[in-house]
């Protein structure tokens, strides 16, 4: 099969260009061509060497995502679902907003976490996306995006918070996370592009020495006891081990604070209990079992998206105010999300999901949709 250059970030495309018996600098024109101008014919790369793109036509080519579906949402959020062979589909939602639009990118076909509340991961785990395919829905999206003939921008963030656990597939990740920073590539900032995970403490510390860009964490509890239920990597490591490897990552990050991402599940981890709990845990305070100094952060509440086979429901609004005025409280900046593309079923893995189930862990998931009660896991915290 030819060779598919999104799968090169550019230090890796002027190997490739070598090994062709190219000078390096062939490899910025091609990357700009393909990044910045989204071409994909090497005929209309008109300032590249014939030669170069006589060479490249025999055994290289543009390979992008199949589109399956694009739905538009009234507010302007647009989703796509891309076969990626084998009966696998990912999704990529762009958002658009006042002064910027953010690109949500899936890393994995299915997601092995298997979090109770992700749509995403009831359909169990099919592959990790290959780096060429996670680069190519931010081509794919941007210059669908783009006003014909304009070279202004218009992606400006992305956030790696689709499906997938992003740092489950590290070795293609880390690529596609430089093709986006790259000044001949998308040229976004480290600011700008964010990487979320449910809690991978060893690879956490690996991001921060090979690309420190934002990070968000899915936290979604105040305990190790209701944590370990609704994100069963948790048992491996623990919130104690998470938020140390937090504050090690802001030392090189290129932000000065973590997002915590805190879904808001109705009867489960929405009382105002529950948000003392978390203010104590990420304030560092005495009185917390972590009691180690402060966790420079912020949260972004986000509002449960139902699916049937999850079992759980959406916190009614006063119940996520009153949460998010705790936090606030404490000292904690705190934004609960807004719902985007409600009418196009924009949350991660809603669609996909219709495509498929692989390996029968919407089944095993319902199994064990029994909902914990606040009461009990309030009183768990202690370990
Ligand atoms: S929330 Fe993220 S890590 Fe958890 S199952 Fe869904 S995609 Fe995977």
Redesign the pocket.
């Given at each position: 099969m030819a060779v598919n250059l999104l799968d090169f970030d550019l230090e890796g495309l002027a190997a490739y260009c070598e090994s062709l018996g190219e000078k390096r600098f062939r490899a910025v024109q091609l990357f700009r061509w393909i990044h910045q101008k989204g071409a994909a014919d090497f005929e209309q790369m008109s300032d590249l060497a014939k030669s170069l793109r006589g060479k490249l036509a025999g055994a290289a080519e543009v390979r992008g995502l199949v589109p399956i579906s694009e739905h538009r949402s009234t507010d302007g959020t647009v989703k796509w679902l891309f076969d990626v062979g084998g009966g696998n589909a990912v999704e990529t939602v762009y958002i658009p907003e006042d002064d910027r639009g953010t690109l949500c990118v899936s890393s994995q076909a299915g997601?092995a976490?298997?979090?109770r509340f992700?749509s995403?991961?009831h359909q169990g785990f099919s592959r990790n996306l290959s780096t060429g395919e996670i680069v190519a829905q931010l081509w794919f999206a941007e210059h669908r995006l783009r006003a014909p003939g304009s070279a202004e921008r218009v992606i400006d963030n992305v956030v790696m918070m689709g499906?997938?656990?992003p740092l489950q597939n590290y070795a293609n990740v880390v690529p596609a996370l430089k093709v986006m920073l790259d000044d001949h590539g998308y040229g976004l900032s480290r600011r700008r592009v964010t990487v979320s995970t449910?809690g991978m403490v060893a690879m956490i510390d690996r991001l921060r020495e090979d690309c420190p860009v934002a990070l968000a964490v899915?936290l979604h509890a105040p305990n190790d006891a209701l944590r370990d239920q609704l994100?069963p990597?948790n048992r491996k490591d623990g919130l104690d081990a998470l938020l140390d490897a937090c504050v090690r990552y802001l030392d090189k990050a290129p932000r000065d604070f973590v997002t915590f991402e805190y879904c808001m599940l109705d009867g489960v981890n929405d009382a105002p209990e529950q948000a003392q709990e978390l203010a104590r845990l990420v304030n560092g305070e005495a009185a917390s079992r972590r009691g180690k100094g402060r966790v420079p952060c912020k949260f972004n509440l986000i509002p449960f998206n139902p699916f049937p086979e999850s079992g759980l429901k959406r916190s009614p609004r006063e119940r996520v105010t009153a949460f998010a005025r705790v936090l606030q409280d404490a000292g904690i900046v705190t934004t609960i999300r807004k719902t985007r593309g409600d009418d196009i079923d924009a949350a991660?893995?809603q669609l996909a999901g219709e495509v498929q189930d692989r390996t029968g862990a919407r089944e095993r998931l319902v199994q064990r949709r029994a909902v914990i009660p606040i009461a009990a896991a309030a009183g768990e915290g202690a370990r």
């Open positions: 997601c976490v298997g979090c992700c995403t991961g499906m997938g656990e449910s899915s994100v990597l991660c893995g």
